[in-house]
């Protein structure tokens, strides 16, 4: 990506947190910032996700990079802004039986494993660390280097401590129907914003004026999941927990032992079908985030299906010994991700001055604030 001349005055498009994380850098870097979101808020993958700083399963190269640095980011600035809701948790996995036994035993050998605090951990051990976690397991993966914040929070926190600088405004409301000439945009207000550079972090949004932009062969592609909520759980869950159908989601497990364990110990039906792994976060107000589902074939249904949540009850109550609180609240989710998923994001120059930057993925919470620092250090910022 060619590098401009400094920046003074920067259009980010979409509200969500990639977008925000560009508007931050821009903003503490000295520009001016006019940040337009089509909707009053943002409303999209950015709230519905686990919160989640997701290190450990990270691919090995430029995503676990990309994590760790925006790891970093995300304490800096949670010591900065304490309504982020940023915590250093770290994760556990509980493992059940040789199979998935050797497979974090393949993890903890990879020459990276130290950076993202992999540790095999006993029963006892790993139950000192989280108390809550009284099922039956062997031993557990604990990465120490992954952390969460509050997702349906954090934008709006990041967003009103941008608002305390002059150099930044926010209009909600509006969407961007056209690109006009270099570095402006117009909106359905029929208001045009003039910038030294424009970045469109539209999310999802993937049709209309960013497929008239990138063609219709841009690389990326919706995914579409199922979540939920519970009631406070009534103690603390003082790490995030994953089961290890997450193994098989992520790649920083690949190996001959998960090759293995595929082979020998298949998802049981629900969770095959719909793509699943546990993974869960405890809430500010101790409520439980728990999910998730992963449908790829468009178009997708519009149904929020019942078998993944009991199959997910089911992992749950297993792994902590006692009944679920009650669900609170059941929700879908759409997010980009590039089709070549070795990709961090998918960032394209589509007019002079006008770059388009998504499709980070499940990666998007993670990774935003390395993604949008790359950006500005790319664009020259």
């Not at 934008?155 to 006009?180: C, I, K, M, N, W």
Request: aromatic content about 6%; proline content about 6%.
């Amino acid at each position: 990506m060619q590098r401009s001349v400094a920046v003074v005055k920067v259009i980010v498009v979409g509200a969500g947190v990639v977008g925000t994380m560009h508007a931050w850098h821009a903003v503490n870097r000295g520009h001016e910032v006019v940040q337009i979101e089509r909707e009053t808020e943002a409303r999209g993958a950015s709230l519905r996700n686990f919160g989640q700083i997701w290190v450990s399963g990270r691919a090995g190269g430029e995503e676990l990079e990309t994590a760790l640095r925006a790891r970093e980011l995300w304490e800096e600035l949670g010591g900065r802004i304490p309504a982020l809701g940023f915590r250093p948790n770290g994760s556990l996995t509980p493992l059940r039986g040789d199979l998935e036994r050797a497979v974090a035993e393949a993890a903890l050998a990879r020459p990276d494993a130290a950076a993202r605090g992999h540790k095999l951990l006993t029963p006892g051990e790993a139950r000192a660390l989280n108390p809550a976690l009284r099922g039956a397991f062997d031993a557990a993966l604990y990465c120490e280097r992954d952390a969460a914040v509050e997702p349906r929070t954090a934008q709006l926190a990041l967003r009103a401590e941008l608002g305390r600088s002059p150099r930044y405004t926010f209009l909600p409301g509006r969407e961007v129907r056209d690109v006009v000439g270099e570095h402006a945009v117009r909106d359905d207000h029929g208001d045009t914003h003039t910038g030294d550079a424009v970045v469109l972090c539209t999310g999802a949004w993937l049709g209309g004026l960013v497929r008239e932009l990138a063609g219709p062969d841009l690389p990326v592609r919706r995914v579409r999941l199922q979540m939920m909520q519970t009631d406070p759980l009534g103690e603390p869950l003082t790490t995030s927990v994953a089961d290890a159908d997450s193994f098989r989601y992520y790649p920083a497990y690949g190996s001959p032992a998960l090759d293995e364990l595929n082979a020998r110990q298949p998802q049981p039906a629900t969770a095959a079908e719909h793509r699943m792994q546990l993974l869960m976060v405890q809430r500010a107000d101790g409520g439980l985030t728990i999910g998730d589902t992963h449908a790829y074939d468009h178009p997708f249904d519009f149904d929020t299906v019942e078998d993944p949540y009991e199959h997910l009850t089911g992992v749950v109550e297993s792994l902590l010994g006692r009944p679920l609180p009650t669900i609170r609240r059941r929700w879908a989710g759409v997010y980009a991700q590039c089709t070549d998923k070795s990709r961090v994001v998918h960032r394209q120059r589509v007019r002079d001055g006008v770059w388009l930057v998504t499709g980070p993925g499940g990666r998007g919470m993670t990774c935003s604030p390395a993604i949008a620092e790359t950006t500005a250090n790319e664009l020259g910022w």
